[in-house]
């Protein structure tokens, strides 16, 4: 991860499953009601507007800051993302002469919840009452809920991912489309925080594709650029 001249993340699109999570939350329901597994959530008309604003946002990026690999997770609203915003470029696009090869790595999945996936926050409370005590006791970052992953274990993954990364691909510069948790855990180990910190960071929601960018110091180190960027998405003419 440290030979990278450039490292860039950004979440998929809005999905439906996102806007079924909202108005769980708003009706006060225990589950999202969400009809797919979490791979197959697509992305709403929305997201995939913001996908191509998020495309035409890379298109204008300096040659010298274009991306030279793109990977994503496997999961759909993520590759959906990528293959619309990559397709609004006229390098990255697959029919371009330099056109780049979606890669897709497992590794950048989305956290696994286990028993809690699809759960509201008031779900958890009222259907695992000792895990949501449990969750209490151990705290947000160690917690992991049966059959699922906490942050930690993420971490975990993602430290694997971006070894290989930095091997496969040293003095590159490099697209990451994939989720929240992610973009905060990527921080989280590029920056060498602690947990404290990042979950004080992880209070503030990752936007569906903002960008989160960081760049070679030229000593093997990154440096951050700018995180959870999403103006793009609001400027005049934007998704």
Same mark, same amino acid.
């Given at each position: 991860? +440290?030979?990278?001249?450039?490292?860039?993340?950004?979440?998929?699109?809005?999905?439906?499953?996102?806007?079924?999570?909202?108005?769980?939350?708003?009706?006060?329901?225990?589950?999202?009601?969400?009809?797919?597994?979490?791979?197959?959530?697509?992305?709403?008309?929305?997201?995939?507007?913001?996908?191509?604003?998020?495309? +035409? +946002?890379?298109?204008?990026?300096?040659?010298?800051?274009?991306?030279? &690999?793109?990977?994503?997770?496997?999961?759909?609203?993520?590759?959906?993302?990528?293959?619309?915003?990559?397709?609004?470029?006229?390098?990255?696009?697959?029919?371009?002469?330099?056109?780049?090869?979606? +890669?897709?790595?497992?590794?950048?999945?989305?956290?696994?919840?286990?028993?809690?996936?699809?759960?509201?926050?008031?779900?958890?409370?009222?259907?695992?009452?000792?895990?949501?005590?449990?969750?209490?006791?151990?705290?947000?970052?160690?917690?992991?809920?049966?059959?699922?992953?906490?942050?930690?274990?993420?971490?975990?993954? *993602?430290?694997?991912?971006?070894?290989?990364?930095?091997?496969?691909?040293?003095?590159?510069? !490099?697209?990451? !489309?994939?989720?929240?948790?992610? !973009?905060?855990?990527?921080?989280?180990?590029?920056?060498? *925080?602690?947990?404290?910190?990042? &979950?004080?960071?992880?209070?503030?929601?990752?936007?569906?594709?903002?960008?989160?960018?960081?760049?070679?110091?030229?000593?093997?180190? *990154?440096?951050? !650029?700018?995180?959870?960027?999403?103006?793009? *998405?609001?400027?005049?003419?934007?998704?």
């Amino acid at each position: 991860m +440290r030979a990278l001249q450039w490292l860039n993340l950004t979440r998929h699109g809005e999905s439906t499953g996102n806007l079924a999570w909202r108005e769980a939350e708003r009706a006060g329901a225990e589950d999202a009601g969400i009809p797919e597994r979490d791979a197959d959530v697509p992305l709403s008309d929305l997201g995939r507007a913001q996908a191509e604003t998020l495309g +035409r +946002r890379l298109a204008a990026l300096p040659p010298d800051e274009r991306p030279t &690999m793109v990977v994503s997770s496997p999961y759909l609203r993520a590759l959906d993302t990528a293959r619309i915003a990559l397709g609004q470029t006229s390098w990255a696009a697959p029919a371009a002469p330099d056109g780049l090869r979606l +890669r897709v790595d497992e590794r950048l999945r989305d956290r696994e919840q286990g028993v809690l996936q699809g759960l509201t926050a008031r779900g958890v409370r009222r259907r695992f009452p000792a895990e949501a005590e449990r969750a209490a006791r151990l705290g947000k970052f160690y917690h992991r809920p049966p059959g699922g992953e906490s942050w930690a274990d993420l971490a975990l993954r *993602l430290r694997s991912f971006y070894r290989d990364l930095a091997a496969d691909a040293p003095g590159g510069r !490099v697209l990451v !489309v994939a989720h929240d948790a992610i !973009v905060v855990v990527t921080r989280y180990l590029v920056e060498e *925080l602690t947990e404290q910190e990042i &979950m004080q960071i992880e209070k503030e929601p990752i936007g569906n594709c903002s960008l989160t960018r960081w760049q070679g110091d030229g000593g093997g180190a *990154l440096r951050p !650029v700018c995180y959870n960027d999403s103006t793009h *998405l609001t400027a005049p003419g934007g998704g």
